[in-house]
């Protein structure tokens, strides 16, 4: 979900109760918003497929369509990089830096 900031990191940064508490909500939090604009996405897709199989097509209502799943895909990578915000808030300065480390 997050690309190369993997939650499977935060294993080894020995996260206090507390930490985990609220990375697990983030974690939570960001599984839904990714589902629901995922669902949001295919949507846009199968309405671009209809566009595409169309008898006569039109180009204008398809780069429109395609512009549609433009911003699903921004909003989706907009959400990862709150989350990976909100996650970094959580954690000290030295787990920040070797969360960082491993994602380069």
């Known amino acids: 979900m997050m690309g190369g900031m993997g939650y499977g990191m935060l294993n080894q940064l ?17 599984t839904k918003k990714h589902w629901d604009l995922a669902g949001k996405m295919h949507e846009e897709a199968f309405k671009l497929q209809r566009l595409m199989g169309a008898e006569k ?4 209502a398809l780069v429109n369509q395609h512009k549609k799943m433009q911003e699903m895909q921004t909003l989706m990578f907009q959400a ?18 070797q969360w960082r480390r491993y994602a380069q």
């Open 14 to 30: 020995n996260l206090t109760a507390e930490q985990w508490n609220k990375v697990s909500q983030i974690q939570q939090d960001q």
């Open 57 to 60: 097509r039109d180009n204008a």
């Open 80 to 97: 990862n990089l709150e989350t990976q915000d909100k996650i970094e808030g959580v954690l000290t300065k030295e787990q920040k830096a």
